[in-house]
């Protein structure tokens, strides 16, 4: 129940692209979605988060849609660059209210030029 | 610098020895967190500090691991006895505090540590 499963495990798109990446979870306690980006040799760095009362999230080229009832969420990124190739991890905020946070396995983004 | 400084970067020991590794938070932040990810995973939770005070340890594998921030500041987090399976990258991260307000969670590059 306290897992967050991601999936797909790696993506290859081409420059220009829309990069989707999917999480689902089971613990409707879970408060706080927020998605991580990771550069080899870096820690993860905050990319973007929402809330399930919000159903969609936009950050420039970065959207999170929220599915509350399908206890689902998705990112989204328009326009992908070589630039984004990276890790991103999706994550949910368990009890408690830290940032006691409960990560997918990630998934290892390519952007070809 | 500005960001979650940890050392060692790399710690290489021996089946059966202790080892510490240090984190300096970013300057002013409360909380403070010791994640472990390994190889092709995220990152697992395994402690939280807010100031000096441990407020969860319920992600520590066992009680060969300990974690300390005596003056709510720096962090040691403590392996003894070590063995194989505690071979993983040590993340330390830190926020500016619990509050809902505060969630951004700041990593460091974290300890890559390898038991022979």
């Known amino acids: 129940q306290q897992q967050v499963k991601q999936s797909p495990q790696s993506l290859i798109v081409q420059k220009g692209g829309i990069s989707i990446i999917n999480c689902a979870y089971e613990n409707t306690a879970f408060d706080y979605f927020p998605w991580y980006q990771q550069f080899p040799g870096k820690g993860p760095a905050l990319l973007i988060a929402?809330?399930?009362?919000?159903s969609e999230k936009k950050e420039g080229r970065f959207t999170i849609s929220f599915n509350k009832s399908a206890k689902q969420f998705s990112l989204h990124i328009m326009d992908s660059q070589p630039g984004d190739s990276a890790t991103y991890f999706c994550a949910a905020r368990g009890s408690g209210g830290y940032n006691k946070l409960i990560f997918g396995a990630g998934t290892r983004l390519a952007v070809h030029p | 610098g500005a960001g979650v400084s940890q050392s060692p970067r790399y710690k290489v020991t021996k089946r059966g020895q202790d080892v510490a590794l240090r984190c300096d938070p970013i300057s002013g932040h409360v909380s403070l967190y010791w994640y472990r990810q390994a190889l092709g995973q995220g990152p697992e939770f395994l402690t939280y500090?807010?100031?000096?005070?441990?407020?969860?340890k319920s992600g520590l594998p066992n009680d060969r691991f300990s974690a300390e921030r005596p003056e709510g500041s720096i962090s040691t987090l403590t392996i003894q006895r070590t063995e194989q399976r505690d071979s993983a990258m040590y993340r330390c991260a830190s926020s500016l505090s619990d509050r809902a307000t505060n969630e951004k969670l700041f990593f460091g590059s974290g300890t890559q540590l390898s038991v022979l």
């Open positions: 929402i809330r399930p009362d919000v």
């Open positions: 500090f807010n100031y000096e005070a441990q407020q969860d």
